[in-house]
């Protein structure tokens, strides 16, 4: 309330208020007006602006949703439900969820949008992001193929193994690879079973075979120095060292015999080596001689077997 004063008399105030909404209904202008008159009809007014804005979002009333990542087979949680208050009126709460897709069918991200706005159009936005990704290889099935000691005729057929995976497709390749072992008769057969998923995912599985073979024998000699059957070779005999050779002509007379024969230094080279009817050393005649190997074989290196085995070989000499 104003009042005023005169030099001349009395003053009177009249008081007049008007109101002009703005674009909204929390947005408006009072303009007030003060108005001082003496007897004499002189004036003076004093106008007052009141400007009534709001510029106030609302703000949500519940703890918001923070960002996550989760693995492709686990339970997406359920959007929370949020409320908003707004400090000039109601405030209603949007909510939106938009997938995009990763670059393989376990990855995505979920984006999910809460937007609340008041009658003035001031928003709060509060958006969650989950991010779903495939980081769990495949798992394969069933029994898988264990470590084995085999002998080289015996090698098991690979088996055709399957697998799964939480969250799509499996491919499975196989491979097969030959390690050389320190001898020619023993080695080791490499299997390998790759299970691959769909985001690149891997898990492996491998089997070794340790192989153990027979002695091979090539059953003829012609030692004439062209390095092609200048001994009696016998594949893979230095795989086992307790070993014994003996050689035997037509007549059934002993031309050779040794202990841990090797292929190198103690070997048959188409001289006689008998003790009793062809001298030492002396070259045999070309024609066919009979052979007794014996030595000990293990397939699986614990349990050993006596093996023999007997043939014909053929000797030429010049």
Not at 80 to 88: Q, V
Request: aromatic share 8%.
């Amino acid at each position: 309330m104003l009042t005023a004063t005169d030099n001349c008399g009395t003053a009177t105030v009249t008081f007049n208020e008007t109101r002009v909404d703005g674009g909204c209904p929390n947005n408006y202008s009072i303009t007030r007006t003060w108005t001082s008159s003496d007897s004499c009809g002189n004036t003076v007014a004093h106008t007052q602006t009141i400007t009534v804005e709001d510029t106030t979002a609302p703000v949500f009333n519940e703890v918001l949703p923070a960002d996550i990542t989760v693995e492709c087979n686990s339970i997406i949680p359920a959007p929370t439900t949020l409320t908003a208050t707004d400090n000039c009126g109601a405030a209603s709460v949007q909510f939106d969820e938009e997938t995009i897709n990763g670059s393989c069918p376990g990855n995505a991200e979920i984006i999910r949008t809460w937007r609340t706005m008041d009658a003035c159009g001031n928003e709060n936005v509060h958006i969650q992001t989950i991010t779903v990704i495939d980081t769990t290889p495949p798992v394969f099935e069933g029994i898988l193929p264990q470590n084995l000691s085999v002998e080289c005729g015996s090698i098991p057929v690979a088996q055709t193994l399957t697998a799964t995976d939480s969250c799509g497709e499996v491919t499975i390749t196989f491979e097969e690879n030959e390690v050389e072992g320190d001898c020619k008769s023993k080695y080791e057969l490499i299997r390998t079973w790759t299970a691959t998923d769909s985001c690149g995912n891997t898990t492996t599985h491998t089997q070794t075979l340790n192989l153990n073979c027979h002695v091979k024998v090539f059953n003829a000699v012609s030692p004439d120095g062209d390095g092609s059957n200048d001994i009696f070779y016998l594949e893979g005999i230095e795989c086992f060292p307790n070993n014994s050779v003996e050689i035997f002509n037509r007549w059934g007379a002993k031309v050779f015999e040794t202990q841990g024969y090797d292929n190198t230094s103690n070997v048959f080279r188409g001289r006689s080596e008998g003790r009793n009817t062809i001298s030492k050393n002396e070259e045999l005649p070309t024609g066919t001689y009979f052979y007794v190997l014996h030595y000990d074989f293990s397939s699986d290196g614990n349990q050993t077997e006596k093996i023999e085995k007997t043939g014909y070989l053929y000797v030429v000499n010049k």
